[in-house]
């Protein structure tokens, strides 16, 4: 047989745009900007770890591993939904609302990034080697309504370096100067005064269902904010 005739790479990818249904495409405008948007994508990251779900063991296989600890699609996924249930139902956060997560990389971290998306939060992720005052600035600037952090990282405590930076604990928030900043949820160590512990607050929400929990992730779009970065320098902030 002849060999076939030689493409482009450009070429090459747009005859398997154009001719697998798996990789169909349409184009959109977001923002003024016209995009070419795969027809059959998730819509976002939380729908495409639903999605996957079924292709690993029905859920049993791993998703996340941390050292000595596992946690199947399955489990990731009841967490997952526990927090997007107690965000919504129990802070009335959604769409837009910023949420920080000043912790190591833990799978605790990944659960609270999927969980807050969920609901179409904003993820606020802030530097582990930031002092009290740094994160402060970042918490105040993007009016965090929520602090997702840990205690004893690098001997660090957290919750009394912000605190120490930022006036204190507050008689109505957690944080006298953060008058945004609602709660805050420790992800692993001791469980400072006027704070929540992760397990506490995913009891909130344990009792959301599958198709609640569907339905609510379903309200986030694509082209919703998904983090805000502060990438600082020399001569910025913080």
Not at 178 to 188: A, G, H, K, N
Request: no cysteine.
């Amino acid at each position: 047989a002849a060999p076939a005739a030689a493409m482009s790479y450009d070429d090459a990818v747009d005859h398997v745009l154009r001719t697998d249904p798996t990789w169909a495409y349409d184009t959109t405008e977001i923002r003024g900007v016209t995009y070419r948007v795969f027809r059959n994508a998730p819509a976002h990251v939380p729908a495409l770890l639903r999605q996957s779900r079924g292709k690993h063991d029905g859920g049993a296989a791993d998703f996340l591993v941390y050292g000595d600890e596992r946690l199947s699609y399955d489990a990731t996924l009841a967490q997952v939904d526990a927090l997007a249930d107690a965000l919504r139902t129990r802070m009335g956060l959604g769409p837009g609302d910023r949420i920080a997560i000043w912790a190591p990389n833990i799978h605790e971290w990944v659960v609270a990034a999927l969980g807050l998306h969920s609901v179409g939060a904003v993820l606020v992720p802030i530097n582990t080697r930031f002092k009290g005052a740094e994160a402060g600035y970042v918490l105040k600037k993007s009016r965090a309504r929520m602090l997702l952090t840990v205690e004893g990282f690098l001997n660090n405590h957290y919750v009394g370096m912000l605190r120490e930076a930022m006036g204190g604990e507050g008689s109505k928030h957690p944080v006298a100067d953060l008058p945004d900043l609602q709660r805050v949820v420790v992800l692993r160590g001791e469980i400072p005064a006027a704070t929540s512990s992760w397990q506490d607050f995913l009891a909130l929400g344990e009792s959301t269902s599958a198709d609640e929990a569907i339905g609510r992730a379903g309200a986030v779009k694509p082209d919703d904010l998904s983090d805000i970065l502060f990438t600082s320098g020399t001569t910025g902030q913080p």
